[in-house]
């Protein structure tokens, strides 16, 4: 299975502190991508990172991946209380014509 | 931004029954999908549509299920005898290119079978 596996499943910090969550996969991917959810609604795309990347910025958020390790890990710098919601990793499948998510980290 | 919409946002239905999930993907995509979601659990690929057929589908995605896109803009998710397990949040997404192209995702129809 291609599917991402999200840890923590939980985390509650402090506004104001750095969030971590860390993906790990289980085969070769092209690329991973970080989506977030709120309660229930619609995922939304925040970065995706190509194979050949090691890390990439954008605005709050650092992505890095390691391919060695199979595994990504997602920043957030400086929380937000509107920064809760579910934070998912997606990989592409086989054929590359779907995305596989993850089981989520859930921030709070 | 353009979005994806989907309609219903909630469907109540009887098991046994047929229900019709429907989505506009953004206009100028060309990628298509279905997921679903059961309520706390992981987001779970159903199928892929491009080219008006379909590219791939997962175990999930059996004979009582089907998609259609019987016209430009719409595109449909369509299950024919409701089981009580396949309550769930659908979640309709289109992509530009393949899925090495971020998706952009609807709001999604919360199905409940009764």
């Known amino acids: 299975s291609q599917q991402g596996e999200e840890d923590p499943q939980a985390l509650s910090i402090q506004e104001g502190e750095n969030a971590t969550m860390n993906c790990s996969y289980k085969?070769?991917?092209?690329?991973l991508q970080w989506y977030r959810q709120n309660s229930g609604r619609g995922l939304v795309h925040l970065i995706l990172?190509?194979?050949?990347?090691r890390e990439k910025h954008s605005g709050r958020l650092r992505v890095t991946l390691d391919t060695s390790k199979k595994s990504s890990s997602l920043l957030i710098t400086a929380s937000r209380a509107a920064d809760t919601a579910s934070y998912f990793c997606?990989?592409?499948?086989?054929?590359?014509?779907?995305?596989?998510f993850g089981t989520g980290t859930r921030l709070l | 931004e353009p979005e994806v919409t989907q309609t219903p946002s909630h469907q109540v239905t009887q098991m046994g029954q047929e229900v019709i999930l429907r989505c506009v993907p953004i206009?100028?995509?060309?990628?298509f999908y279905w997921y679903r979601q059961i309520l706390g659990q992981k987001v779970e690929f159903l199928v892929s549509?491009?080219?008006?057929?379909?590219?791939?589908k997962s175990e999930i995605f059996d004979d009582q299920f089907s998609v259609e896109r019987p016209d430009g803009s719409n595109f449909t998710l369509k299950i024919r005898s409701t089981k009580l397990e396949d309550s769930a949040m659908y979640f309709c997404?289109?992509?530009?290119?393949?899925?090495?192209?971020?998706?952009?995702f609807g709001s999604g129809t919360q199905l409940s079978v009764l």
């Open positions: 997404a289109s992509s530009l290119g393949t899925a090495r192209e971020k998706l952009f």
């Open positions: 085969t070769s991917i092209n690329n």
């Open positions: 990172i190509r194979s050949n990347e």
């Open positions: 997606a990989t592409e499948g086989t054929g590359f014509q779907k995305l596989v």
């Open positions: 206009s100028n995509h060309l990628y």
């Open positions: 549509f491009y080219n008006n057929e379909i590219s791939e």
